[in-house]
């Protein structure tokens, strides 16, 4: 499967701890986004990396959260801290770039904070 | 109010229906546009990219209308294998703006 990997697809934990989530992009795309989904909405943009350079964060991004894309492969999301309303889907996608900016999303990592 | 925004669902169609979505964007700088499928618990995948001139793939149609700020996607001969949420979305810049979905449903 040459697709878009993320690991793990779920992860229970309970308040205050913290949690890494891991994103493998299809090969040769130089760009990695997360997102992060709630029942019911779409996908809320949090980051995004071109090659290991992060380039964008939201605001909804709060300091308890980091992303790393070290060697511009993998990336990882970091969630200090984790508080309730973190529980939710977040979900990884990656483009090719270069003026091709199709998003191929992978299955998502779901969150549950107790 | 929201950047993108979706039709109020569910739809509740029959097999064979046509069913039409709207999408409606807010920001006008919006490079390009999509509709992503999602099933229950799954990730979002990627239905239609949508042009200008309008784009048509197997039963789907996408249109687009710039000056309206509207995007529309419309399916013919309804499958109960259509039954899913679609996501529209907008690409400013460097991210995509998704929708809330709008939840189909397909019934025999």
């Known amino acids: 499967d040459t697709g878009v990997s993320q690991d793990p697809r779920h992860k229970i934990t309970k308040r205050g701890q913290n949690v890494t989530f891991r994103c493998d992009p299809i090969s040769e795309h130089n760009r990695l986004y997360w997102y992060r989904q709630t029942l019911g909405q779409g996908p809320e943009f949090l980051t995004y990396?071109?090659?290991?350079?992060?380039?964008?964060k939201s605001r909804l991004l709060s300091d308890r959260f980091s992303a790393e894309r070290p060697k511009g492969s993998f990336s990882t999301l970091e969630i200090q801290r984790t508080e309730q309303g973190d529980s939710a889907m977040y979900l990884c996608?990656?483009?090719?770039?270069?003026?091709?900016?199709?998003?191929?999303f992978g299955p998502g990592t779901r969150l549950l904070v107790l | 109010r929201k950047e993108v925004e979706q039709d109020p669902g569910p739809f509740n169609v029959p097999e064979g229906a046509t069913v039409a979505f709207n999408c409606t964007y807010s920001?006008?700088?919006?490079?390009?546009f999509f509709w992503y499928r999602q099933d229950c618990r799954k990730e979002p995948k990627l239905l239609m990219s949508?042009?200008?001139s309008g784009n048509e793939d197997g039963r789907f149609t996408a249109q687009l209308n710039r000056a309206s700020q509207y995007i529309s996607l419309l399916i013919r001969d309804s499958k109960l294998s259509d039954s899913a949420t679609y996501l529209c979305a907008a690409r400013g810049y460097n991210k995509l703006i998704f929708g809330a979905g709008t939840r189909l449903a397909v019934h025999p």
């Open positions: 996608a990656s483009s090719l770039g270069a003026g091709q900016e199709t998003q191929y």
């Open positions: 920001n006008s700088a919006s490079q390009s």
């Open positions: 990396f071109q090659n290991e350079a992060q380039l964008e």
């Open positions: 949508v042009y200008s």
